[in-house]
């Protein structure tokens, strides 16, 4: 008679995982963690009060699986299913990009330069902010979470990541954002604004970094806009300007060694006070330009 399989428990479970993902070193142990908890809808505590709990088969199954894919480079977010952005849990797929914790600073310089205008006493009501390519929607709904008087304005070409950006909306309590379908300013007619936000593409598409373990999973056609990296960011601030109010602010996140290049590029289009931010590791991320149209005669 066949001897019945051993059922695993979560303490040997979480060992066999962590073997798995060796390869990212003292990640490992919490990255297994996290994908048991997630595959077993279990809280992470669990893992400690009760290491002895046998775990159905399927389910040990369902772990091992996902700790290969994880191994071979598949994004950890892709696989339980959601990724924390400025204190929030954003669903993911693989039909939008993982939000970054860089990203942060492109938010947070928005919310800063919303803040500012309303202390200058700029008449807008409401302030008016644009998110383009807008992706799982993590930087126009936490704008709209953070500021909810505000009016926030999102736009996404691909319609399998608007669909993510709606159900974010729903499940964050956020759906006063109005989304639009379509490419960049394409979809907004006249619509004007008092900011705007994008984190476009920005990788030139031989850039070996599109093959590295994480970016090869994610959607090419929001991480690069083709041969010339520079594509979408040029597109954006040119048009940029017929879409703010005077005094408005366009923020742009870009690739770590571009800063300079936009900065020269936001000037030549007539842009004011243009400005790069740094990111926690020291790296030009974020640039912002305000638009001073000269006075007509």
Known sequence: MLASPITPTLRALLASTTSTLGAFG???RREAETLICAALALPRSRLITEPEWPVPEALALRVQQWAERRAAGEPLA????EREFWSRSFAVDAAVLVP?????LLVERALLAGDRWVLDGCSATPFRALDLGT????????????????????????????????ANAARLGASHVVFHAGSWFA?????????????????????????????????????????DEFADLQHILEQAPLHLTPGGVLLLEHGSTQAAK???RLVARGFAHVVSHRDLAGHERVTEGRWL????H
């Open 26 to 28: 003292a990640h490992a």
């Open 78 to 81: 892709y696989l339980v299913g």
């Open 100 to 104: 970054r914790p860089e990203t942060e």
């Open 135 to 166: 992706g799982s929607g993590a930087i126009a709904l936490t704008l709209a979470l953070e500021r909810p008087q505000w009016q926030v304005h999102a736009v996404e070409r691909s319609e399998s990541a608007l669909r993510v950006a709606r």
């Open 187 to 227: 979809p907004l007619a006249q619509q004007m604004f008092e900011l705007i936000v994008s984190n476009p593409p920005y990788v030139a598409a031989d850039d070996p970094v599109l093959q590295s373990d994480g970016l090869r999973h994610e959607p090419h056609e929001a991480l690069t806009p083709g041969a």
């Open 262 to 264: 936009l900065r020269a």
């Open 293 to 296: 149209p000269a006075p007509s």
